[in-house]
């Protein structure tokens, strides 16, 4: 929508992580006007420039501290929140499920909490994620199925999404999820990924070593496609009635571990050099998503193919980026 974000107020809780950055970006480059809260600010590894990372009202601090989400959406009159805060990494969460609770659980009531008690806001997009489904026979996941995760950063998901529908369908919050496939693209520091590890140890010649048996199955989406899917969900949420709804963001085409290294390898010439180390425990084996539903009513469809994406990805990562 022309013109939509010029001057919006808009509140990016981790903004400063790998979707939340490139996110940033994109309604920088709208016009909008930016508070990024992240618990980790001025990092060393980041897409900002300083000329960009001055642009945002950097606030420094935690979702689970109630009093500052409070101070921030009131004090900055926030129209529009992204909440992308929490934590991410599957294998942290299992090592520290208290913290991965707080972040991931109350952090998303707090948000909501507050968002409920100020008078500015027009919407909020809650980052979800697949895993919050849990474990199904019948794939691929539509966003009708149960939310059954068993294992700390799945349940912790289930119980976000969960706290998001509460608050919209009793307070009338306007308020939607987002699901995504495996997000992939410039701009992820994390290595424990498996995209940014390929990467690396294809160009640097060293052998890659996978977590899992390789035959796990996942889809992987281009960080701007998602980005885009974002953006169109907030735009859209008031104007087509989409509060307490929740939509998923696939590319619709699964691949197996072993098939994605294959391509990243095959991208730079290079004959695979892996590891299966077969030591994934509480991960999900099979797990993909449908994305009709953002098809048909936000009008939502990549526009990077997964070839295309990977070889925009590589570039970036053999720039030295990430290293």
Known sequence: MKNFWQNKKVLITGFEGFLGSNLTLNLLSK???????DIQTDRKDTIFTPEEYKKI??????????TLVKKII???????VFHLAAEAIVGKSHQNPLKTFSSNIEGTWNILEACRNAKTIESIVVASSDKAYGSHKKL????????IGNHPY???????????????????LPVAVTRCGNIYGPGDFNFSRIVPDAMRSA???????????????R????????????????ERLNKLGLGGESFN??????????????????????????KILNKANYEIKHQYLASRKARTLLGWKPDNTLAGGLKKTLKWYSHGFGR
């Open 31 to 37: 016009g909008a006007s930016i508070v990024g809260l």
């Open 57 to 66: 009202k950097v606030i420094k601090g935690d979702v689970a501290d109630f």
């Open 74 to 80: 009131s004090g900055s009159k926030i129209e529009i």
């Open 140 to 147: 691929p996941y539509r966003e009708d199925a149960p939310l």
């Open 154 to 172: 799945d349940v912790s998901k289930s119980c976000a999404d969960l706290i998001a529908y509460t608050y919209f369908h009793t307070y009338g």
């Open 203 to 217: 160009l640097s010649g060293k052998t890659l070593l996978i977590r899992s048996d390789g035959k796990f199955t």
């Open 219 to 234: 889809d992987y989406v281009y960080v701007d496609d998602i980005v885009n899917g974002y953006i169109i969900l907030a």
């Open 249 to 274: 963001f696939s590319d619709e085409n699964p691949i197996t571990v072993i098939e994605l290294v294959n391509k990243i390898f095959k991208l730079l010439g290079k004959k695979p050099d892996y």
